[in-house]
């Protein structure tokens, strides 16, 4: 069974950092397209960035700069690094896996159907 747990969310100011982490159980991060998304209150999910099995990290735009995504196969984890934060990174981070991919990994949430329940972060200023 597919399982994604996210955890390290939580209420940091302007400036913080976070890192966020992301445990799969039911397969192996390294081999498929895996992802950090985020969703603020009212608006549509977005991603951050995604890893193939290559692995080659792709970022969204909006993102690039601040946000490092790594991973580490013997924990079967994923990360999301967030430096610098500011109050529109307030939003549920979700990472998600697309277990159909091992390459050319989409920046598009639909196209992943395997989700975690989400960690909040909140940036107060």
């Known amino acids: 069974q597919v399982q994604l747990l996210e955890s390290g969310g939580g209420s940091v100011e302007v400036g913080g950092s976070l890192r966020l982490s992301c445990t799969a159980s039911?397969?192996?991060?390294?081999?498929?397209?895996v992802g950090w998304f985020r969703q603020a209150l009212g608006k549509e999910r977005e991603a951050v960035g995604t890893?193939?099995?290559?692995?080659?990290?792709t970022y969204a735009a909006s993102v690039k700069g601040r946000f490092t995504i790594s991973s580490d196969n013997a924990k079967n984890t994923l990360y999301l690094q967030i430096n610098n934060l500011k109050v529109e990174d307030t939003a549920m981070y979700y990472c998600?896996?697309?277990?159909?991919?091992?390459?050319?990994?989409?920046?598009?949430?639909?196209?992943?159907?395997?989700w975690g329940q989400g960690t909040q972060v909140t940036v107060s200023s």
């Open positions: 039911g397969f192996t991060i390294g081999h498929y397209c």
């Open positions: 890893v193939d099995s290559k692995p080659i990290t």
């Open positions: 998600a896996a697309d277990l159909t991919r091992r390459a050319g990994c989409s920046l598009i949430p639909r196209s992943y159907n395997n």
